[in-house]
């Protein structure tokens, strides 16, 4: 049983008096800018760091993308991110209008350490941070309120004098109270002010002050208050970048994050699939795709997303969950029969429409360079709608509603038998077996030769009837009434379609129909396949009667034959 939380937890943020925020009033119509922390925070959170050709190929990825701003990683701290540096400045791999970032500590040594690295850059984002929250004053860094407000200002001049000596480099300087969201809002605001008075923030020379959720402490609503009230607050806001950089401990970092740029935030920093300490950072595809979906565009390139997977499983280690938001492989997969239903029908619409409006698919996914093939699987929770849409995309098979309902509950027997998903190909296996292959079962027809009499059709017709051969001849207005009679048996065809499942050389006709007995009221569906129009309806035709055999409707000695 849960420990009584009262007693042993307590509130770690600040309420925060903002009873006219403008938030919740204000809907997102542009992208934020994007930072990626890939290669820094997301690299520290996995079993083994990225080499330097595993951080490489990510960079590539992340500049393929339509990152701007890139954080590298801490090269005063890591021997790999500082080599790592200095060949994407050395070996000229930084595009012109790409920010590499990295993160120091406020701490003098460490600092000096960051611009060794930088040595050449073109431009390039140094980001400092400590924290100011009552924890980590109290607990971790031994100081009060103005003892962290001074760590804070003594880097920040330590960074201004270093940026100084390298003139020919375009600096961006960014801070970080760290764990903003656990620190009263008048110390981070205070804090946050005299570092930006030392860089001289202003329109012309932004400074980047990132507000993070360290560790997500509170509801989203309230971390969109606290980013309001320092939106609101800040000294030298028009010269300041907002940054918000939302950890996942709650599992409402992409709510946090999306509320947070409506309340005033202008950059969001995150990891592409969720990446990072603990839970994760904000997964940014996931918000950029929710983005995409509302009609804004997210000035991110996720067309390829399958590749964007397999670069970052490749370089983290870490599976993309087969259910992660837009990317993993199971989101646009329908199991359920009423869901799969709904999408069948969705699609039959779709192909009229510009405006993307599909039941259980809120985004394209050939937006995202997938195909339809997932959308639909089958297994025993699945329905005739998915089996029908299976079918019909793969083999351009359509069933009548009757021939769904009677194959969906031969499909659902066999996926209960075998308690396994069922593909498409076993699914056409498992129709040819029932409706087709059954031709050769109990009649079986050998040669036929149709002509024509007096305006009928006269067939002659060689079947073989357990093991005898007969020569039957029928008449008729048409092909299949000629071979009804020719069978003599007491059957109707009451349903006849016929279609092609495929083109070219290889074309052959589908016919599908429906038989009854005369007087039983019992019929049978079955289908023949040929590349032949003619064969094809006789082969239909005889799997029927077979079928109606083997339900015991019909008998092989019902045949009446005639010598011819």
């Not at 339509?66 to 540096?85: R, Y």
């Not at 029908?345 to 339809?372: A, C, H, S, T």
């Not at 024509?452 to 007969?470: M, P, R």
Request: hydrophobic share 40%.
């Amino acid at each position: 049983m849960l420990a009584d939380p009262s007693t042993k937890y307590r509130r770690m943020y600040q309420r925060v008096d903002l009873p006219d925020r403008q938030w919740p009033n204000k809907e997102i119509t542009q992208a934020p800018i994007w930072m990626s922390t890939d290669l820094r925070d997301g690299n520290q959170a996995i079993f083994e760091p990225m080499d330097i050709e595993q951080k490489f190929k990510m960079f590539q990825m992340l500049v393929k993308i339509g990152f701007k701003h890139i954080e590298i990683g801490f090269p005063s701290a890591s021997q790999i991110d500082f080599d790592f540096t200095r060949k994407l400045i050395e070996e000229n791999h930084i595009p012109e209008d790409v920010y590499i970032e990295v993160l120091v500590q406020a701490r003098d040594h460490l600092i000096a350490r960051t611009f060794e690295a930088l040595q050449g850059a073109k431009r390039a984002i140094v980001h400092i941070y400590n924290s100011n929250s009552p924890t980590f004053r109290e607990k971790v860094l031994n100081v009060d309120i103005a003892g962290a407000k001074k760590l804070a200002t003594n880097a920040a001049e330590k960074v201004k004098e270093y940026a100084a000596k390298q003139p020919e480099t375009e600096w961006v300087f960014q801070y970080s109270p760290e764990c903003f969201s656990a620190t009263e809002l008048e110390v981070a605001k205070d804090v946050c002010d005299a570092v930006t008075e030392i860089w001289d923030a202003r329109p012309e020379q932004k400074v980047i002050l990132n507000l993070p959720a360290t560790v997500e402490v509170s509801g989203p609503n309230v971390y969109a208050d606290q980013i309001e009230w320092m939106h609101r607050n800040l000294a030298r806001r028009d010269g300041v970048i907002i940054s918000v950089h939302c950890h996942n401990d709650r599992g409402c970092g992409i709510a946090a994050s999306e509320l947070s740029i409506l309340a005033g935030a202008d950059r969001v920093e995150g990891c592409v699939f969720g990446n990072g300490e603990r839970t994760g950072n904000v997964d940014i595809a996931a918000i950029a795709l929710n983005m995409y979906t509302q009609g804004v565009s997210p000035k991110l390139d996720f067309s390829n997303i399958n590749e964007i997977i397999a670069t970052v499983e490749e370089c983290t280690g870490l599976p993309v969950h087969p259910r992660h938001p837009y990317a993993g492989d199971l989101v646009f997969t329908a199991f359920s029969g009423s869901h799969q239903d709904a999408i069948k029908k969705g699609f039959e619409f779709q192909k009229n429409q510009e405006v993307w409006d599909m039941p259980y698919l809120p985004i394209d996914p050939k937006d995202l360079g997938r195909d339809y093939d997932a959308v639909i699987r089958v297994n025993s929770q699945s329905g005739k709608g998915g089996i029908a849409y299976l079918l019909e995309s793969n083999f351009n098979v359509t069933l009548p509603r009757r021939v769904q309902i009677e194959f969906s509950q031969i499909v659902q027997a066999h996926t209960d038998n075998t308690a396994k998903e069922i593909t498409a190909d076993e699914i056409w296996k498992l129709f040819k077996a029932t409706y087709v292959d059954i031709k050769d079962k109990h009649y079986s027809a050998k040669t036929y030769r149709l002509s024509t009499e007096n305006n009928d059709q006269v067939i002659d017709l060689e079947i073989e009837v357990n093991g005898e051969t007969q020569h039957l001849q029928g008449r008729g207005n048409g092909p299949i009434s000629a071979i009804i009679n020719a069978l003599k048996l007491p059957i109707d065809v009451l349903n006849y379609e016929e279609r092609s499942i495929s083109s070219g050389a290889d074309a052959k006709a589908l016919a599908l129909l429906e038989i009854q007995v005369k007087g039983s009221g019992r019929s049978a569906f079955a289908a023949g396949i040929h590349s032949n129009t003619i064969t094809s309806p006789i082969e239909a035709i005889i799997a029927c009667t077979n079928r109606l055999i083997d339900q015991g409707v019909l008998s092989t000695s019902d045949i009446i034959s005639e010598a011819v």
